[in-house]
């Protein structure tokens, strides 16, 4: 049929996301971005627009195939706050470690090149760090603490995950990134713990 796309757009924004999350979005030129997908710069713009647009198109694509698998892994133990996040941090360190992807995180990428990033964009990006605290937040609402100790948790927790992705990307071993998480776990579980024992000792 004349005008049919001849390539899979998926395909293709699954490439294009790769070099943003591998090269940030400063160095994701329109020439690596095309050679990742195959498509030339009239192509590129044809489908997904501007630079800026694809990099928005990508970051959405991002936060749908991880951000399924952080609800899944929060929702899959209600109740239990601290096993909730150990199991957030399960899946954060299988995608490390997963060897068909870049290492480190695209929102962690993108994040420590806000400057470069139009106000847009850097908005866009905010915006996944906020909704990763209220995943965050959410998971450890079932507790005794004070909303004040579950929001800086929520904060810590965030921040650990995005510790652990700039570490992978300096080449930091598997072991070492999961002992970091084991301890940010027991750093939540002790936090919930004092709170449960002071709340019982007001009590």
């Known amino acids: 049929m004349s005008g049919r796309k001849q390539f899979d757009v998926g395909e293709a924004l699954d490439r294009a996301m790769r070099v943003f999350w591998q ?6 030129s329109l020439d690596a971005l095309g050679s990742a997908t195959g498509l030339g710069r009239g192509s590129l713009y044809g489908t997904f627009g501007s630079k800026d647009a694809l990099f928005h198109q990508c970051l959405d694509r991002y936060a749908s195939i ?16 601290v096993r909730a996040v150990e199991a957030f941090f399960d899946v ?3 995608r490390i470690a997963d060897p068909s992807v870049p290492a480190g995180c695209l929102v962690a990428q993108s994040a420590a ?19 990763q605290h209220r995943r965050v937040r ?5 507790s005794p603490a004070d909303a004040r100790t579950l929001d800086e948790l929520a904060t810590f927790v965030v921040a650990v995950n995005q510790s652990l992705a700039v ?37």
Do not use: K
Not at 66 to 81: C, K, L, S, W
Not at 138 to 142: I, N, Q, S, V
Not at 174 to 203: H, I, K, M, Q, Y
């Open 92 to 94: 954060v360190l299988d």
């Open 138 to 142: 959410a998971a450890l609402a079932d």
């Open 167 to 203: 570490l992978s990307r300096a080449g930091t071993p598997d072991a070492e990134l999961r002992s970091v998480a084991r301890l940010a776990c027991a750093t939540v579980a002790d936090s919930l713990a004092r709170a449960a024992a002071e709340g019982d000792a007001a009590s």
């Open 66 to 81: 991880y951000g399924a698998r952080y609800e899944q892994a929060f929702a899959a133990h209600p109740g239990d706050p």
């Open 113 to 131: 090149q806000s400057p470069t990033l139009t106000e847009e964009s850097g908005a866009r990006v905010r915006g996944l760090l906020d909704l």
């Open 23 to 28: 090269r940030g979005y400063a160095d994701a």
